[in-house]
C-alpha cells in the first residue's frame, strides 16, 4: 500500500485511560518558558512550553524537555512537512500512555502524543509535502496538484512520572492570557504532528542515571558519541543523541530527556519496534477508549492476533505496518481535524459494495470540540498484487504489451469513479466555477514559468488551453463534479498477479492542502489526467528498457509510442465502463492535464533537474508544434 503523492516516487502530488489529555483542538497556540511564546536561541537551541505542573516545577515539564530532541529530530523525518523551516517552538495538543512508562523491569513504555511544531516563515516554502524527491524516482507520472482538497485496552495505571506526563498534557497545551495578549499571532500555522514515542527506562532496575560508556559497551548496547550538550533556553540541558539504545533500536533513537517527567529514560520512534507495532494492532482488535483516543473497528471485522509487524521503509507522508500478510496500518502523520479522505472513501465505497478498494478494518482517532481527527487506519493488505508503477516498467523492459492492462485499469478507475458519485456528495461546476478554476490554473503557470526559464516559450500556448475551457463556461457549459482520489498515478494502483485485477489504493489526497480542499467535489478528469502523465513518465523512467530496437508483442517500437497506446487504451477501457470517453471533452482534458505538467515543470526544476526533460516533452505537446513564444 503505497502513500499520498510523495510514495511510490510520485513527486508531491483494555482499561481505562492511565493518562489523560486535553481535548484536541486546532486553533491552540503555543505556550514558551514561563508563559512567554515559542522562540528559538542561538545556535539551534529552543525555548519550548514549560508550565508549571502539579508536582513539580517549570523544569519538570514534559514538551520542555522533549524539546531539544524533537527539534533535532523532526526535521529529519520523511514526513515532517515543514522542512527548511526552522522550529520555533511546540504545543503539546494531548499526551497519553498507551502503555505506562515507568516500568520497574525494564519494559518498554509507549508514549502517544499529538504535537504542534511552530516555525518560522524563513526558508523555503515548498516542504510542504515532506523532503520531496526521496522516493520521486519510482513515480513521478503521479505529481501532485499543488491547487488540490469504538472501545480500547489499556495497561495498567502507574503513579509518579506517569501521572505528570498526564497533568501536564493539559497544562501545557494552552498559553496563560498573559502569553497570549503578548505575543502576535504566528505568521505561518503550526503543523500538528503524530507521535509514538517508546520510552525505555534510564536502567532495568528503575529510575537512575543512563549508563556509563563502558556499561554500555559492555551490554553491547549501540553508541554514538555525544555532542556538547545545549542549554535550551527555559534552563534545561539537552542530551545528546548519542544516548545508549538497544542495537534493534538504534536506528530509531531519539535521545534522553535531562528533565521532566522522563528525565534519563530513552526515546525512540516507537513503529520501529516490533513489540511495540504490536501493541497498536491489539488496541484495534480490542477497540475501546483510551483518554483522547478511540480506537474503532467495522462491524463484523474480526483482527487475528499475534500477526509480526513490519514497518515499511518506502513510506513518505505516513507511517505504514504491515501485520504478516494480512493488514496494513497506516499511521497518519500530519494531523488535522475531521475524517481523513483515505478512512471516509474506504467507508463509503465499502457501503456500495465496490471492491475495487480495500475495506477499513479498524481505525484510530482523537477525539476533540468539532469533528474527530483521524489518526490511522488498518486495512487488508494486498499481498499477491503487484505495483502498478513497477509493473509498467517490468512490461516496458520486456517489450510487452501494455495496452490490456491499462484498458482493465481504466475500467477500474470508472468503477470507482461511479461508486463515489453513487455514494458521496456530487455539485455542478457552472461558469464561476470554471472561471475560479482556469485562472487558479493560469496562475500556477505565470508562477511556474517565473521559476523555470524552459517554460516561458510556451506560456501564451499553455494560457490558450485554459482560455479554451473559461470560453466553454462562458457559454453557460457546466461539468458535474464529485469525490475522486485526489493523487492518481500508476504507484496508487494494485495489480493482481493471478487475476490482473486492478485495486486503487491511497486515498488521502494530497497531504499538502487543507482537509476541506481535499473533501471537495471535483471533475473525475483531475484523476485521469494524473494517470495519464503517469503513462508518460513510465515511458521515461523505462526508454532503455524499450529502445532495443525489436518491435515489441504489442508492437511498440519506442516509449513514446507505449505511452500513447497506453493512454488511449486506458481512456477506451474508462469509457467502456461507464459510457462516457474523456477522450470526447478535449478542452477539459487538455487543461487539466496541463496543470499537471506545468506543477512537474517546477518540481522537476526545484528537485530533480535531469528529470526536467520528461514534463518539458508534455509540455511541447499540449502547446502544439507551432506554440513557442516570448510572452
Known amino acids: ?70 527539534t533535532e529530530w523532526l ?137 556509563a560508556n563502558g556499561a554500555a559497551r559492555a551490554n553491547g548496547a549501540a553508541r554514538a558519541e555525544p555532542g556538547p550538550a545545549a542549554a535550551n533556553g527555559a ?69 487475528e492476533a499475534g500477526l509480526t509487524p513490519r514497518p515499511l521503509a518506502a513510506e513518505q507522508t505516513n507511517s505504514s505496518v504491515v501485520y504478516g500478510d494480512a493488514y496494513i496500518l497506516k499511521v497518519f502523520r500530519r494531523i488535522a ?49 503487484a505495483d502498478g508503477w513497477q509493473y509498467a516498467l517490468d512490461q516496458l523492459a520486456r517489450g510487452a504489451d501494455f495496452t490490456a492492462a491499462a484498458h482493465a485499469l481504466g475500467q477500474a478507475t470508472a468503477e470507482v469513479h461511479l461508486a463515489l458519485a453513487r455514494s458521496l456528495p456530487t455539485a455542478e461546476l457552472g461558469p464561476p466555477q470554471i472561471e475560479h478554476l482556469t485562472a487558479a490554473m493560469s496562475r500556477r503557470l505565470d508562477a511556474a514559468a517565473g521559476a523555470v526559464p524552459a517554460l516561458r516559450p510556451f506560456r501564451r500556448a499553455l494560457r490558450g488551453a485554459y482560455a479554451d475551457l473559461a470560453a466553454l463556461g462562458d457559454s453557460g457549459r457546466a461539468w458535474p463534479a464529485q469525490r475522486i482520489h485526489g493523487d492518481l498515478h500508476l504507484g496508487q494502483a494494485l495489480r493482481g498477479t493471478r487475476d490482473g485485477r486492478w485495486s486503487l489504493i491511497d486515498f488521502e489526497g494530497e497531504p499538502a492542502s487543507p482537509l476541506a480542499e481535499r473533501r471537495r467535489p471535483q471533475p473525475v478528469v483531475r484523476d485521469i489526467a494524473g494517470m495519464l502523465r503517469s503513462f508518460d513518465y513510465a515511458a521515461a523512467v523505462g526508454a532503455g528498457g524499450a529502445h532495443s530496437g525489436a518491435e515489441s508483442a504489442g508492437g511498440t517500437r519506442e516509449p513514446r509510442e507505449w505511452a ?39 518540481y522537476e526544476a526545484r528537485h530533480r533537474p535531469d528529470w526536467l526533460p520528461v514534463p518539458l516533452s508534455a509540455i511541447r505537446r499540449l502547446a502544439g508544434p507551432a506554440a513557442r513564444d516570448t510572452a
Not at 497506446?565 to 487539466?592: F, K, M, N, Q, V
Open 337 to 385: 481535524p475531521g475524517i481523513n479522505p483515505d478512512l471516509e472513501v474506504a467507508l463509503a465505497l465499502t457501503r456500495t459494495g465496490c471492491r475495487r478498494v480495500p475495506p477499513p478494518t479498524a481505525w484510530f482517532e482523537a477525539a476533540g470540540a468539532g469533528a474527530p481527527a483521524t489518526l490511522g487506519l488498518l486495512q487488508p493488505y494486498l499481498a499477491d498484487c
Open 1 to 70: 500500500m503505497s502513500d499520498s503523492s510523495m510514495s511510490r516516487g510520485s513527486p508531491p502530488t483494555p482499561s481505562p485511560a492511565t493518562a489523560s489529555a486535553a481535548p484536541f483542538d486546532p486553533t491552540r497556540r503555543a505556550a514558551g518558558p514561563r508563559g512567554d511564546g515559542p522562540r528559538t536561541g542561538g545556535a539551534g537551541q529552543v525555548a519550548a512550553a514549560a508550565v508549571p505542573a502539579a508536582g513539580g516545577g517549570a523544569d519538570d515539564g514534559l514538551l520542555a524537555s522533549l524539546a531539544p530532541l524533537l
Open 75 to 211: 526535521p529529519r523525518q520523511r514526513w515532517f512537512a515543514g522542512k527548511g523551516r526552522p522550529i520555533s517552538g511546540f504545543t503539546l495538543v494531548s499526551a497519553t500512555e498507551l502503555l505506562p512508562c515507568t516500568a520497574r523491569d525494564g519494559a518498554a513504555g509507549l508514549l502517544h502524543l499529538l504535537v504542534r511544531a511552530h516555525q518560522s516563515p524563513d526558508g523555503d516554502a515548498d516542504g510542504g509535502a515532506g523532503d520531496a524527491g526521496d522516493e520521486a524516482d519510482r513515480d513521478p507520472g503521479g505529481a501532485a496538484d499543488a491547487g488540490a482538497d469504538a472501545d480500547a485496552v489499556a495497561g495498567d495505571g502507574s503513579a509518579g512520572r506517569a501521572g505528570r506526563v498526564a497533568a501536564e498534557a493539559g497544562a501545557l497545551a494552552k498559553p496563560s492570557s498573559a502569553s497570549r495578549a503578548r505575543r502576535p499571532r504566528a505568521p505561518v500555522p503550526a503543523d500538528c504532528y503524530q507521535l509514538l514515542l517508546g520510552v525505555l527506562p534510564p536502567n532495568p532496575h528503575g529510575a537512575g542515571p543512563p549508563p
Open 235 to 303: 534552563g534545561e540541558r539537552a542530551v545528546a543523541r548519542g544516548a545508549a539504545a538497544p542495537p534493534r533500536l538504534a536506528h530509531a533513537l531519539i535521545g534522553r530527556p535531562a528533565t521532566g517527567p522522563l528525565a534519563g529514560a530513552l526515546l525512540y520512534e516507537a513503529l520501529a519496534d516490533p513489540r511495540q507495532a504490536a501493541l497498536l494492532l491489539e488496541r484495534l482488535r480490542l477497540p475501546g477508549t483510551l483518554g483522547p483516543l478511540r480506537f474503532r473497528r467495522a462491524p463484523g471485522a474480526a483482527i
Open 564 to 602: 500513447r497506446r497506453s493512454r488511449a487504451a486506458y481512456c477506451a477501457g474508462y469509457a467502456a465502463a461507464c459510457g462516457h470517453d474523456p477522450r470526447a471533452e478535449p478542452e477539459l482534458l487538455r487543461a487539466y492535464e496541463t496543470d499537471k505538467a506545468v506543477y512537474e515543470v517546477l
